[in-house]
């Protein structure tokens, strides 16, 4: 489904998704309100980016939104007044969710805005990123919790971690040549970008 959100007294205005033609968007995914999806996106089954209550939500290019994502908002405005400390500022512009560009996000990961995650990270299945950002080229490993906190680039989180005070943020391990999964998310994002073309072909040639 790609629609509308409505209007609500946190959403004043409708706004319809914008996605770049190059973008794949499953049948059984849900695009909906303030979202901009770029270029080369898989969107999988049961994915929901819902853009109707935090506002706007941003995927940037090549990037990937795997099957049972959430990517999703607190309120960003009540009675068309900004709530500030739920948006996130990337390049000049606020955000309520900033995904950047060969971002992958697995299996039923959770991003709850005001969240960011910059370009190159990975993160892994069933993690949950809220009120938080997350640098460039990370690795948030499976069933990794992050609220409050930012992750500083080339940072990997251990499986399972909850991550919920600056100074165990801080303290997260740095990727080294000899970490098993630094170089991961180049072969997912490969995988989901072919998939991407190759359904988009599929979806234009019908």
């Given at each position: 489904m790609i629609g509308k959100n409505v209007q609500t007294d946190f959403s004043a205005q409708v706004s319809e998704p914008s996605i770049d033609?190059?973008?794949y968007v499953h049948p059984l995914a849900a695009v909906i309100g303030n979202v901009t999806l770029g270029r080369n996106i898989m969107v999988s089954p049961m994915a929901s980016i819902r853009g109707d209550?935090?506002?706007?939500?941003?995927?940037?290019d090549d990037s990937n939104v795997q099957d049972g994502v959430i990517i999703h908002a607190l309120e960003t405005e009540v009675d068309g007044i900004?709530?500030?400390?739920?948006?996130?500022?990337?390049?000049?512009a606020h955000y309520a969710?900033?995904?950047?560009?060969?971002v992958s996000l697995a299996h039923q990961v959770q991003v709850h805005g005001p969240a960011v995650i910059y370009d190159d990270t990975f993160v892994g299945m069933k993690s949950l990123v809220f009120k938080a950002c997350v640098?460039?080229?990370?690795?948030?490993?499976?069933?990794?919790i992050l609220m409050g906190v930012v992750v500083a680039d080339n940072r990997y989180v251990p499986a399972g971690t909850t991550v919920k005070s600056q100074e165990?943020?801080?303290?997260?391990p740095e990727i080294?040549?000899?970490?098993p999964m630094k170089d991961m998310n180049k072969g997912v994002v490969h995988v989901n970008t072919n998939l991407a073309r190759g359904y988009t072909k599929m979806r234009d040639e019908k």
């Open positions: 033609p190059s973008t209550e935090g506002q706007p939500l941003f995927v940037g900004p709530v500030e400390n739920n948006r996130c500022e990337v390049g000049g969710v900033y995904v950047g560009k060969r640098g460039r080229n990370c690795v948030i490993e499976p069933g990794v165990d943020a801080d303290r997260l080294t040549a000899d970490y």
